[in-house]
Each structure stands twice: as C-alpha cells, then as structure tokens.
C-alpha cells in the first residue's frame, strides 16, 4: 500500500472510520463512554508536551554534512579528521538560552551552536554558542545565573535588576556581558553568525600526546546583526524569523556553510599563559595562538518532523570520540553530568535511542529496562560484565593517557589560579577593537537595558556595574554613567579602589 493510500488507524493498527462525530445516544443525546477513539485522541493531545529544556527551550534544526579539508593528524587521531575530503553526517540545533519555547528568536541574548557529529567511533556532541566565552567560570554559578535570566518569583516578568544585580556582583561575566549588549547580541539569523564550542577540549594524537583545542565555526555568509530597534521591530513582526529564515534557505538550496577552525595550546603554553587557559570567560588570542583550518560545514536538510527530529535532539559535552578529550575547565567539568541528566529528565534514560540521538553504527554496552526502551533491550543476552557467553571486549588501543593534574588535593576556598581575577582586560580590548558605530550601539543597548532596574538597590546596582566598566575602559564608563545620568567623578573615585 504507497503513502497516499494508508488508511486511518488506531496506534494499535485497528482501522476506523469516524474520526469527527463523537458516539452518542441518538443525534441529540449524551455521548457513550465506549467511544475508544475520543477517548484515545484526548488521551494522548493531553500528553503530547514533553517539558520544554530550561534553557535553550526556543530552537531551530537542520542537517548536513561535515567535509574535511586539511589534515590535523599531528595535533588529534579522532577518525573523523583522518582524511582530506572525507565527510560525517552532522545535525546542528541553534537557540536562543534564557527564553521560553514561545519566546522571540531575535531577543538580546546569546545563541546556542550545538552540533552532533555521526562518526564511525560514537556520537560526538560540541555543544556550545555562537560567543567564545561565558558570564562564569564555575557550574556551581550555573543555576544562579539562569534563575536571573528567567522570570522575577514575585512579579513573573522578566527583570534587569536581577541580571544587573548579578553581573555587577560577578565582575568575571563583564566579557560576555560587552558582548550580549553590542549588536552581536542579537543576531540577524542563525545562519550569519559564527559558532563556538567555547570550551577548552583537548586533542590527543596517535603517539598519545595531548593538547589543548577550542572549537571555532566562522559562517561563511559574513556576519550579520541586528540593532536593538531593528530586532525589537522584527519582534513584533515575526518572533520565528530566525527558525523561518533558515528553513526557507535551506528549501531554496542557499544552503549555509560554516569553516571549522582550531587553536591548539601545548601544555607549556598552557603553564606560561597569562590567563588560566581553562576559563571559561576568557579567550585565547588569535595573534598567540593562530587559527587552524579542518574543513566545512554545509546544512542542507530540513527535518521531516519538528518534534521528533529537533525537541528531541540532546547534545552532552560528555559525549566526546577518542582523539577528543575533555580538560580541567570548571564549567566543562560540571556539564559533563548535568547535561545527560537533563536528557534523562526530559526524555527517558533511553533517550539515545531516539533516532535523532541514536548512533548509526554498532553500540555494545549492558544498560536494560527503563521507559521507552525500543531496541530489544538486548533480547537474551547478558545484562552483566564481565560474562562467559557473549563476545563484547574492550578495546585497548582506544585507551587515553592520563591528564596531569596542578594538585594533589582539593582546596575549597583558593578557587583563583595566577590571572584570573583580571576579569578586565580582555573586555576593555573588545570594547577597543570595536568601530565608533559599534561603540555607540553598545553603550546605548547597555544604557536602555540599566534603565530598568529599580526598587531600594538601583543606586546601589547601577554603581558597582559602573565601576567594572570603567575598569575596563574608561570611555565606555564615561558613556554608560553619562547615558544614566550618574555622578561620573564619584564613579571614577570608587573604580580606582
């Protein structure tokens, strides 16, 4: 029977023929309660939501293929690199962070660029945004944070006292901060900007020599962003434009491109480096330690489904291949486990075998049971190890060296190594490196955003941010305290203690 001549069934394969008139007791009477099929439709229309991500809840998704263009077998063995011209299937999702699922696609807000690579050694997740660093350093930070990005408990509007209450106490997010609020904040689409595994990961070679990596995407179709007023317009116009746009081009054969780059570190480097290589809210100068290129990304698939192939999709940083190997990045080393967790919340524990998750070679462990478990739950095989009856093994030339650690002990309360509370320089660079429209746009989205903190600790708030940014540059302090109408002598004094 082709496609076009299916008929109506119940999910159990029954066919059924009324599908619009519920069972009643004659034309005007009450209906039966032996009408399965109403009971059936309603049943599941009352449980087709899932809980929505709480964060990167708004999102869009595409497939593609990933093809290697130069050669880095010096630096990693993952097999994915191992050949010029070879190419991995890949499905990237793109999203906003702090906003619902009905949320607008062009708020100030950074953008997540997560891309599942299907490689012959496992799935591999780089999950990350299109910003090269991060408001913290620390996951214990992380549901703080968040909860400001979100809805005030009391008013359940979202708030800049809150967010603005935090930065200003958390002086290490002013990075990130300077770049939320240039016109980088806000994206023109997801296909006109670049994308970051923000992290550093580590590469380790066939000699089983590691280094240090970051992941860059550069898009192909030059960067391009929105003002404020010109997102705020395109808000009310059409809140899905970035999911429409990327669709659209994809439909139309545009098929957006982005040229994979890294930077490597050796452990020297790494020891000598003026800032912890592994923060997070720090980068790592192009100048010192040049772009690589690896190869190209090309999107050309829409999904069929947007629900099975897209909200149900879930990236880990966990899920690395061998030759790609984590680091002692604070924020990573929290991800590793809460991102699966979440998956596990949200999805099942079988989430993995969601087709979209799901790794299209061999998978050989001993997991059973659980909701939705799909696959034979590995029929009348053994569920232990080790066992005498099956012919799984362990492969030892996947076997990673072990990483050298600073300490020997665990130390609760230096948590700052050499460099780190410089949470300065490298946001005044940014702010420097920026043209004079660029400087403008900025200082003036900083000043639109401040003006609405409020109640008993607006003074209080507004001053402290106000001494980081003069710390920073002090023609970017002059601009926000003068948009603010602040006293700019009184800031300056407290800046310089």
Excluded at 35 to 55: G, Q
Excluded at 378 to 403: A, C, H, L, Q, V
Aim: net charge neutral; glycine share 8%.
């Amino acid at each position: 029977m082709s496609e076009k001549e299916r008929k109506l069934t119940t999910a159990s394969g029954r066919p059924y023929v009324e599908n619009e008139n519920t069972m009643t007791v004659g034309p005007r009477g009450p209906a039966l309660i032996q009408d399965y099929i109403l009971h059936e439709k309603m049943a599941h229309f009352n449980r087709e939501r899932i809980p929505e991500r709480v964060v990167h809840a708004k999102g869009s998704g595409a497939y593609g293929t990933f093809t290697v263009t130069n050669e880095i077998s010096k630096y990693t063995r993952a097999k994915i690199f191992n050949k010029v011209g070879k190419q991995t299937r890949v499905f990237v999702r793109f999203s906003t962070v702090g906003g619902e699922k009905g949320s607008a696609d062009t708020e100030r807000d950074p953008r997540g660029f997560a891309v599942k690579f299907y490689t012959e050694d496992g799935n591999w997740d780089l999950v990350g945004n299109n910003t090269p660093v991060f408001f913290i350093k620390d996951a214990k930070k992380f549901d703080d944070f968040i909860h400001t990005q979100k809805r005030d408990p009391r008013t359940n509007c979202k708030s800049p006292t809150m967010m603005w209450d935090f930065w200003s106490l958390n002086p290490e997010s002013l990075h990130q901060v300077m770049i939320l609020m240039s016109d980088r904040g806000t994206p023109y689409s997801y296909r006109n900007m670049n994308g970051y595994g923000s992290h550093t990961f580590s590469f380790i070679n066939k000699d089983n020599e590691r280094c240090w990596v970051k992941f860059h995407f550069k898009t192909l179709q030059g960067i391009r962003n929105f003002t404020d007023s010109e997102a705020a317009e395109m808000k009310g116009k059409d809140p899905d434009w970035a999911q429409r746009d990327l669709v659209e081009a994809i439909d139309h054969g545009n098929y957006p491109k982005w040229a994979l780059k890294v930077q490597t570190m050796s452990d020297a480097q790494a020891k000598s480096f003026r800032w912890n290589p592994f923060d997070l809210t720090k980068i790592w100068p192009h100048k010192d330690y040049p772009l690589v290129d690896v190869g190209v990304m090309e999107l050309n698939e829409v999904p069929a489904n947007y629900f099975a192939e897209v909200e149900q999709s879930a990236f880990a940083p966990a899920h690395v291949v061998d030759g790609i190997g984590y680091s002692p990045d604070k924020m990573l080393q929290g991800r590793l486990l809460s991102y699966p967790d979440a998956h596990r919340y949200r999805l099942g524990a079988n989430y993995e075998q969601i087709p979209v998750n799901k790794c299209p070679y061999m998978v050989s462990n001993y997991q059973r049971d659980g909701y939705m478990r799909v696959d034979g739950n590995g029929g009348r095989n053994p569920n232990y190890w080790p066992n005498s009856f099956d012919d799984i093994y362990t492969d030892s030339s996947y076997k990673e060296p072990g990483m050298q650690l600073e300490s020997a002990f665990a130390d609760w309360y230096d948590r700052n190594a050499e460099g780190e509370d410089d949470h300065y320089t490298q946001p005044g660079d940014l702010f420097r490196l920026m043209n004079e429209q660029d400087k403008k746009n900025t200082v003036g989205n900083i000043v639109g955003s401040m003006k609405g903190i409020a109640g008993p600790k607006k003074d209080e708030i507004i001053n402290r941010q106000l001494c980081h940014f003069f710390r920073a540059d002090e023609r970017l302090g002059m601009g926000v305290a003068e948009g603010l109408g602040v006293n700019i002598e009184e800031i300056m004094s407290q800046a310089k203690h």
